[in-house]
């Protein structure tokens, strides 16, 4: 699927080479070799940058709140049923989602969020 992206973000750049270079030696500036020898030129880049590209062009969350589901975190102001914790050295504002009290300094699992405040739950003693 990733492949599939890449070549289709490299299409239109494709596509304006073609008319450039053709353009190009309709003009007499360049000959017929030249304009395949650069069209190889950069399908061949596409090939070589691909694997460095591959992974930013996979699907996956597309936002940080939504990263954050299945983290791990630690109470930092007490959630009665809300407060805030911190995930990765960073403070959210978090909804425990059973409603019930948890104390600063108890560790968290994120489960969901809706728009910035994440909904969590206490974890057990192997959290």
Known sequence: MAMIRYAALQVPGFLI??????YARD???ISGFTVILILAVLV?????????????LQPGPTDMVTRLHG??????NPLDPEGQVNINGV???????DGMMV?????????????LTLYVHRCNDNC
């Not at 061949?44 to 930013?56: I, S």
């Not at 983290?71 to 930092?76: M, T, Y």
Request: glycine share 10%; aromatic share 10%; proline share 2%.
């Open 17 to 22: 080479a073609v008319i450039l270079l053709n």
């Open 27 to 29: 003009q007499g500036w």
């Open 44 to 56: 061949a880049k596409d090939v070589v940058l691909y694997p460095f590209f591959k992974k930013a």
């Open 71 to 76: 983290k791990r975190g630690k109470v930092v």
């Open 91 to 97: 403070i959210w504002n978090a909804k425990s989602i």
């Open 103 to 115: 104390e600063a300094g108890s560790r968290v699992l994120v489960s969901g969020h809706k728009g």
